[in-house]
């Protein structure tokens, strides 16, 4: 059993597509989609009453690092999924021009944001920092200047809204960043070995399927959030599928991952003291199951 929420990221997606082209069933699996919202997943997946869920790679090393054991078997995210935006009539440029501006971030302060500033040499105390929530019209609206975002949802939501805006992404700064994992229970990893992997192979023909047929794929996500707007299920579709790749997956297949790929991530959040205490990354990710389902890049089909 799998739990995940109603959109079109990637993990998500890709679930979606492998229930509906019956590749779960392929691999001879029975899986049920659960719907989740607010964390939820997490306790479900520790107590054992889902088998699969998703987690940003950030919560994975802090979940870890909290005494939670979870282990990422894919990586979907080769950068990370959060960004700052300005909107484009505001005249910002660059992170210079965050100087004497308000900042909204949703809960806690990115360390993403704190690592920009200490690159470009930017003077923090010349700029306001406020805890705004989850909602991207702060910044149409005016209250803040600068917002710290999910890249593949809110640029577009307020894009659409007739609010262009830019977008600056920490990779782009040299900021380590990874984005959404699936992950399981650490402890139950091995007796589920084999579930694992045919749960892993199925949605990876999902993600190729999504690739190949764009219009088909969003007819299925839609079946499945069927309040969702398509165009901006497009939008975070191809966001989700260009952060999908990189050098890595190129040679080793989407969802691949490396121990340095973690490591850096690990010391980035280390070093902003983003997680209380080290850990070690060898044992917060398992890429046997991607290795396995791939010969080089190519997917390894049924």
Known sequence: MAGFKPQ??????????????????????????????????????????IDVATADASDVLKR???????TAVVLFGQVGQQGFISLESSGIKSPSDWQGKRFGYKISLPPAYRAILETEGIDRSRIEEISVGFDPRILSQG????????KSNEPDTLTRMGFPVTLFDPIDFGVPQLGLTY???????????????????????????????????????????????????????????????????NERGIGAMTAGQWQNLHDHLIEYEAIPNSVDVTTVFDDRFVSTAYDGPELRWP
């Open 143 to 150: 209250q803040v200047d600068v917002l710290a975002v999910f």
């Open 64 to 70: 870890n690092a909290a005494g939670i054991p979870l």
């Open 8 to 49: 079109a990221n990637l993990p998500f997606a890709a679930a979606y597509i492998a229930q509906k082209k019956g590749y779960f069933a392929d691999q001879r699996l029975d899986v049920q989609i659960r719907h989740s919202q607010g964390g939820q997943h997490i306790p479900l997946l520790a107590a054992g009453e």
């Open 183 to 249: 992950i399981v229970n650490s402890d139950r990893l091995n007796e589920q070995g084999d579930m694992i992997q045919r749960f892993v192979k199925a949605t990876l023909r999902g993600v190729k399927f999504a690739i190949e047929n764009e219009e088909e794929a969003l007819d299925i996500i839609l079946e499945f959030a069927p309040m969702e707007e398509r165009e901006h299920q497009r939008f975070m579709l191809r966001q989700e599928l260009g952060d999908a790749r990189s050098a890595i997956t």
